[in-house]
């Protein structure tokens, strides 16, 4: 080694970044100034595979300034920050599991994911439903049995996406658009505590009806008949209409309720 390059390597032992201001620094230089700061590995032409894992090794980072980094690379970097995906060009299905392990949002970096990478990551985070395009519809429900308002992240969600949503929480409504009076009968069946928000155009008849068949039920949800008799925006007199069109089983519940209080 002569002077001029020990010289060097005493100054970036000190200062790092002086690696910028090198023409052509030997393997060692390099080194030395990533193990440091790995993210100088920019500044660096055609670095070997050795100074890039030591660049990577100070900082994950540096993976953005590696043009084809291997499997490997990305891997370890990956394990350190899921998000480094950002910039890795066409990670591998491995490498994207990998990811969606530590976080769901990982899926955004990855075209076209497979249903069985989409139900992975609405499994690990359900609102990675948003950083999915055209999601299968067993993945929309996933998002939704986790999370209900998961339902204002999906576009054009199916009834059956809708239903499920509306029956977790009334307010997964205010989330749907273009809601037909056929709508909001098959939402009332489901969750009575949605009538709240129906508007003045739906038939109060077809409402009862509703109604009618679902306490006439013997086998009706008991959590439905206690949402009925609490629902004050139902303008009717509840205990007198379950009596009346009432199951057995409906009237016991009310019973069952009313000794209680």
């Known amino acids: 080694m002569d002077s001029n390059e020990k010289n060097i390597l005493d100054i970036l032992s000190k200062n790092p970044y002086y690696i910028k201001s090198i023409q052509e620094p030997t393997e060692e230089m390099q080194l030395l100034a990533v193990k440091e700061n790995g993210m100088l590995l920019g500044y660096i032409k055609n670095p070997t595979e050795k100074v890039q894992w030591e660049a990577l090794k100070s900082n994950k980072w540096a993976i953005e ?5 291997t499997e490997d690379m990305c891997l370890y970097t990956v394990e350190q920050a899921w998000n480094s995906l950002k910039h890795i060009k066409n990670p591998s299905e491995k490498l994207i599991r990998k990811a969606i392990e530590q976080k769901g949002w990982a899926i955004q970096f990855y075209k076209n994911p497979s249903k069985e990478l989409q139900l992975l990551a609405v499994d690990k985070d359900w609102d990675s439903i948003k950083y999915i395009d055209n999601p299968a519809e067993e993945v929309n429900l996933l ?10 992240y999906i576009k054009n969600p199916s009834m059956n996406v809708q239903i499920e949503a509306i029956t977790q929480n009334e307010e997964a409504v205010r989330y749907i658009d273009n809601i037909t009076e056929d709508m909001w009968l098959h939402f009332i069946s489901h969750n009575i ?29 008991k959590e439905y008949v206690l949402d009925f008799i609490k629902e004050d925006a139902l303008n009717i007199d509840k205990i007198k209409f379950a009596y009346k069109y009432g199951s057995m089983s409906t009237k016991k519940i009310i019973l069952d309720y009313k000794l209680s209080m």
């Open 65 to 69: 300034h590696i043009e084809n980094p």
């Open 193 to 221: 505590k949605v009538i709240k928000y129906v508007d003045s155009s739906v038939n109060a008849e077809k409402i009862k009806k509703i109604l009618k068949e679902k306490l006439s039920d013997e086998n009706v949800d």
């Open 143 to 152: 998002a939704i049995k986790k999370e209900w308002n998961a339902i204002k």
